[in-house]
């Protein structure tokens, strides 16, 4: 089993293709690029923490692309999930819906939230803090990195349009290799 997480995903939302430099050419392009991708990394068995803003819509357009994603997932709520509170939304979809979260993958402590926070607990050793909100590109996490703040950005526009894992995110912070690894850890069809 493997760790993912990501942010921002924004599925039928035609105004953050523009907002955010996205390469497609409308809403529907992108749902299919970010449900391939998604599939195309992630298995059955693997954990997914979504760190805010699924979707702008409601609870069945909400359900409807959820219920095509692998893995078992996890939500951050972020600012444009109202879809969650809806009566109407399966919530099962979702082992847990929350505002925060701590956990622990292998040694290394997250704290997830989707908004970036300035100090987290575990801030002065070694706990990483996932976020997304911002649409940020790769640069802002090699930033990051390079002030040695263990702050990450795990949304799409930041990793290629796809999850990143907990592996990844290790090995950006903390080995010596030249760049993240790469390579297709899953595949599963919904």
Not at 96 to 106: K, L, N, P, Q, S
Not at 131 to 149: S, T, V
């Amino acid at each position: 089993m493997a760790v993912y997480f990501t942010a921002d995903l924004h599925f039928f939302h035609e105004n953050v293709i523009r907002f955010a430099n996205r390469p497609f050419r409308g809403a529907e392009e992108m749902n299919a690029a970010l449900i391939q991708n998604w599939n195309n990394r992630v298995s059955a068995g693997d954990e997914v923490y979504i760190l805010g803003d699924v979707t702008l819509k409601g609870a069945g357009r909400a359900a409807e692309v959820l219920s095509q994603l692998c893995g078992k997932k996890y939500l951050i709520r972020g600012n444009h999930d109202k879809f969650a509170d809806q009566a109407s939304f399966p919530k099962e979809l979702f082992v847990w819906i929350r505002d925060y979260a701590e956990i622990t993958v292998g040694n290394t402590p997250f704290v997830l939230f989707h908004y970036p926070i300035g100090e987290w607990n575990g801030f002065y050793r070694g706990a990483v803090h996932l976020h997304g909100h911002q649409h940020n590109h790769r640069d802002y996490n090699e930033k990051n990195r390079g002030e040695g703040l263990l702050r990450y950005d795990v949304g799409v526009d930041a990793n290629g349009m796809a999850p990143v894992s907990a592996a990844e995110i290790e090995a950006f912070f903390f080995s010596d290799l030249e760049s993240r690894p790469s390579g297709q850890a899953g595949g599963c069809t919904t």
